[in-house]
């Protein structure tokens, strides 16, 4: 497949104000709504005997929804210790983001293909940012493509650094649409929020990595996530153990 040349690349190398405040804002309200997503789990469980089948299933499934929402809130503002970096072995990684979303590929009737790397390399990773950044990516690609469709998946070492890129066979992305992916309050058919990107581009802004986006209407999507391979890329970021939270 062939993609124009049209590609969405996220600044990783600063953040502006108006990311601060979101970041603020987000941690705020995460805060807030896990409060109160306690209170409604158990108000469910205190009522579950006066709950039919149906509508206990339909209240669980919403209570998660939400849940889910509020944990990739916690991913964009959290900050990490020096210790959470570690080595990790990007072919275990991906696979471990395919095998949390294999039920979801199964649903949407989508097979998923790799190409591994051949060797494993184990860069000093924040393990819990990078799956959540692309566990996001996969998830948005599955649900762009169609039925009895495919998401590739290819994993590379180019010079010193990793790359990862996942394609859809979905109905792709028009100019302004690439534009505009990222844009935390921004939705894409097919492509998820402006949220589940922000989660992305968290992971990738960490790790010192780029993300860029080549789409072509009616042919697809391809995004590339590539990392360094060098442990120097990162002290400037790591954030000191007492300081963390």
Not at 35 to 60: G, K, P
Not at 119 to 131: A, H, I, N
């Amino acid at each position: 497949m062939k993609f124009q040349e049209q590609a969405f690349r996220i600044n990783t190398k600063k953040v502006n104000p108006a990311e601060e405040s979101f970041e603020e804002i987000g941690k705020m309200m995460a805060h807030e709504m896990r409060n109160l997503l306690t209170v409604w789990r158990v108000v469910v469980d205190l009522y579950e005997c006066d709950i039919d089948t149906m509508h206990q299933t339909i209240l669980s499934h919403e209570i998660n929804s939400v849940e889910g929402f509020i944990n990739r809130m916690m991913l964009i503002s959290k900050s990490y210790r020096a210790s959470d970096w570690k080595k990790e072995g990007i072919n275990q990684l991906v696979r471990e983001c395919i095998d949390a979303l294999a039920f979801q590929a199964y649903k949407h009737n989508v097979s998923i293909k790799v190409c591994w790397l051949e060797e494993e390399y184990e860069p000093v990773v924040v393990k819990e940012q990078l799956s959540a950044g692309i566990t996001e990516l996969l998830k948005n690609a599955i649900q762009a493509s169609g039925e009895n469709s495919e998401v590739n998946i290819t994993i590379k070492k180019e010079a010193d650094r990793l790359q990862i890129s996942i394609r859809d066979q979905g109905t792709g992305m028009d100019s302004d649409q690439v534009e505009r992916l990222g844009r935390p309050t921004y939705m894409i058919e097919g492509y998820g929020t402006g949220l589940g990107v922000a989660v992305a581009k968290r992971g990738v802004f960490l790790h010192n990595g780029t993300l860029s986006y080549l789409s072509k209407e009616q042919e697809g999507t391809e995004v590339r996530l590539e990392l360094p391979l060098s442990k120097t890329s990162f002290p400037e970021i790591m954030i000191p153990d007492d300081q963390a939270f």
